[in-house]
């Protein structure tokens, strides 16, 4: 996609309040809060953590004890929700190192123990299509860090460039739509993430990358099996990734319901009711993710960049607001529906702080950047999805920030990273005079 560039340092109206932003006031204001939130955390957030985990059990329980009997909505709404809440809070918060340092618990609930090291280790923690080591570096390093840039694997404009650019009619996109949103999981997110994993240890070996191959561009089962790609096979993609998850999670483990169903008379009546209902459960979850997680930064009204930024920097933390919308929030129970996503500006802000962290921050937030005259965009789930389904069609697109301010911005942040480093400097100096003349 080409990237515009500014012919006239004029602003859209929707930009105005660049003119009077008080970058370093906001800087200063967001790393303050952040290191509050950070050492507020504790025994409080680990008993919000377990029962968050005891809510996702209970649903994974009830869909278990009624796979078996029959087709219905409970089994499918329970293992649906387990699968979702297993994934977008427990693994989510956990592999960014939410409780790294509250958590008792060191050998499991950190971010280089959890779910990591084997397929035991990924049954027992988080099971699901992506490999966890995959998506820690899809997500937690790419996504994070190159929010709304080229560089974002999970930039949705740059994603379905291809659906957006298609000459065909809007309705005819939208008739393509339920397909997408119910097999988006292991259809595009499961490659993709194992694409970053395999393209980060090329970098770090430092293979280079095939003439004619760009880094950025999605990988999904349809470019594995009718272009591949150079960075894995089919055949390894399959045995280490999705093949587990689908044999294990879909066949062998309503296996014992075929002795249940054998002693209750009925056959293999209930080993199949069972595979039906994880079937169905896994369209449910996949639609359900794509609203919470899809939606969390794309509209018409989120910015996209040209550059990338220093982590933890003033530009970094406009770019998190700029770019990613809350959901409604409130009540433990509209947190746990949304995964905890509808928090989505405070938790790009600080990655690495626990769900009840980003649940007590964003009142506060919302206040300092309204303090600071900074969008800050809080809209229902669904009219979000709305807007992203605009992007994913081309029926809207993305704002550009201005070019003249965004380098600006970056300029200031290694002006204000060298203030810093020369303030460390001075401080160690005189530390060393005062032990001198002591």
Same mark, same amino acid.
């Given at each position: 996609? +080409? ?13 105005? !309040?660049?003119?009077?932003?008080? *970058? ?7 790393? %303050? ?10 025994? &409080? ?13 209970? +649903? ?26 297993? !994934?977008?809070?427990? &693994?989510?918060?956990? +592999? ?12 499991? !609930?950190?971010?280089? %123990? *959890? ?19 995959? !998506? ?8 994070? =860090?190159?929010?709304?840039?080229? @560089? ?15 000459? #065909? ?19 595009? =997110? ?28 999605? #990988? ?15 055949? @390894? ?43 169905? &459960? ?22 996209? *960049?040209?550059?990338? +930024? ?5 530009? /970094? ?40 962290? =980003? ?36 029926? &809207? ?11 600006? /911005? ?9 203030? $810093?480093?020369? $303030? $460390? ?12 003349? @002591?």
């Amino acid at each position: 996609m +080409c990237v515009p560039k500014d012919s006239s340092p004029k602003l859209a109206q929707s930009d105005q !309040w660049i003119k009077t932003f008080d *970058f370093d006031g906001f800087t200063a204001d967001m790393k %303050k809060l952040g290191d509050e939130l950070e050492k507020n955390q504790g025994d &409080a957030d680990v008993r919000h953590l377990n029962k968050m985990i005891m809510w996702s059990n209970m +649903c994974g329980l009830v869909g278990l004890l009624t796979m078996g009997f029959g087709v219905s909505i409970v089994p499918i709404v329970a293992l649906s929700t387990f699968t979702f809440t297993r !994934w977008t809070m427990i &693994a989510h918060h956990t +592999c960014h190192g939410g409780y790294d340092k509250c958590h008792p618990n060191k050998s499991r !609930w950190n971010r280089f %123990k *959890f779910a990591v090291g084997g397929t035991w280790n990924r049954m027992c923690d988080w099971f699901d299509w992506m490999m966890p080591e995959a !998506w820690n570096v899809e997500h937690n390093n790419r996504h994070h =860090y190159c929010l709304s840039e080229i @560089e974002d694997p999970d930039l949705v404009e740059n994603n379905l460039v291809d659906m957006r650019n298609a000459p #065909v009619p809007t309705f005819v996109k939208w008739m393509v739509l339920p397909l997408l949103v119910t097999t988006w999981k292991w259809f595009y =997110y499961a490659p993709n993430t194992y694409k970053e994993l395999k393209l980060a240890k090329w970098r770090k070996q430092g293979k280079k990358i095939p003439e004619g191959v760009v880094p950025s561009d999605a #990988v999904t089962v349809r470019s594995l099996i009718f272009g591949g790609t150079p960075f894995y096979s089919f055949t @390894e993609f399959f045995s280490i990734v999705i093949g587990p998850y689908l044999l294990i999670h879909f066949f062998l483990f309503p296996l014992p319901l075929l002795a249940v169903g054998e002693y209750m008379g009925t056959g293999h009546d209930m080993y199949i009711s069972a595979v039906k209902n994880l079937f169905l &459960a896994e369209l449910l979850t996949n639609f359900h993710g794509f609203v919470a997680i899809v939606t969390n930064h794309a509209g018409d009204d989120m910015y996209r *960049f040209r550059e990338g +930024c220093r982590p933890y920097s003033g530009s /970094f933390y406009l770019r998190q607001v700029l770019a990613s919308v809350d959901f409604w929030t409130g009540s433990d129970f509209n947190d746990f529906m949304h995964g905890y996503l509808n928090y989505q500006i405070e938790h790009h802000m600080w990655p690495s702080l626990s769900m009840l962290s =980003y649940k007590r921050s964003q009142p506060l937030v919302k206040a300092l950047c309204k303090k600071h005259g900074v969008p800050y965009v809080q809209e229902n789930v669904f009219w979000r999805t709305k807007k992203t389904i605009d992007i994913m069609t081309g029926s &809207a697109s993305m704002r550009w920030f201005p070019e003249e301010y965004e380098k600006k /911005f970056l300029e200031r942040d290694a002006v204000m990273e060298l203030e $810093k480093k020369n $303030k $460390k400097t001075t401080l160690l100096s005189d530390k060393v005079m005062e032990a001198v003349l @002591e």
